[in-house]
Every structure is written in structure tokens, then in C-alpha cells.
């Protein structure tokens, strides 16, 4: 339906890129995001569509449908893939699941990318 946002899990990976939000402008186009709000861990499938703009329903942050900026402040943007309407169907282009690391390696990686933030 035009204006409302259709949240659904679409792998299973376990990361966020799993997530999906995908609506209908009001002149047709189909439009799919990361159904994850770049301010906060809140779903964008359960806001609402207004002129163009998606708002978050956590704290009222508008993005365009079009780039996914917030329209306020746009370099703090939603993430849009591609889509495409094949045969009835809405597809859209996700990235692919980044690998799995042990929880060593990850927190090995964070320490070298907090190290690397601090050196002069
Ligand atoms: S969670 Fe979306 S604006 Fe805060």
C-alpha cells in the first residue's frame, strides 16, 4: 500500500543487513531500506510516509526516499538499496553478509582501529 512501510527479515545471517523496509511512494515507485534507523536500533518500517520523507518513529528524524539523507542534517542518512519490480515482485540489491570473525579477532580488529584513531 502506498505510504506504508512493510518491515521483513529476509536472511538469516543475524546482521542487520537481514532487515528490510520496503514501501510504495505515492507515484509508484518502490523504495528498500535498512529497516534500521541510523540514530537508534528502532525498526523504520513503523513510521510514517509523508511528502517524500520517511519519519522515524524513535525520534521524528525525516529521510528522503530518494538518498535516504535526513533531510535536517544529511550526511546522518538511511541506507536505500536498488530495487527493481520483476514479475509483481519488489527485488532489492543488498549487500552481501560480511564474515563471521571469532570474538577474538574482533576485538582485536577494534583495539587496532582505536589505536590507530589515538596516534598522532
Ligand atoms: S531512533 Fe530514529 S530518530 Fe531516533
Keep these: 500500500m502506498p505510504g506504508q512501510p512493510l518491515g521483513k527479515v529476509i536472511g538469516n545471517s543475524g546482521q542487520d543487513r537481514d532487515r528490510v523496509c520496503v514501501l510504495a511512494t505515492d507515484d509508484g515507485q518502490h523504495v528498500a531500506l535498512l529497516d534500521r534507523c541510523p540514530h537508534r536500533d528502532i525498526a523504520l518500517s513503523g513510521g510514517v510516509v509523508k511528502n517524500g520523507t520517511l519519519v522515524c518513529p524513535g525520534h521524528f528524524w525525516r ?11 544529511p550526511e546522518r542518512g538511511a ?39 589515538e596516534a598522532p
Design 63 to 73: 529521510f528522503d526516499l530518494r538518498t535516504g539523507a535526513r533531510t535536517d542534517l
Design 79 to 117: 541506507t536505500v538499496y536498488p530495487t527493481r519490480v520483476v514479475d509483481g515482485w519488489v527485488e532489492a540489491l543488498l549487500p552481501p553478509p560480511s564474515p563471521q570473525l571469532p570474538m577474538r579477532e574482533w576485538l582485536l580488529g577494534e583495539a587496532r582501529k582505536a589505536h590507530r584513531t
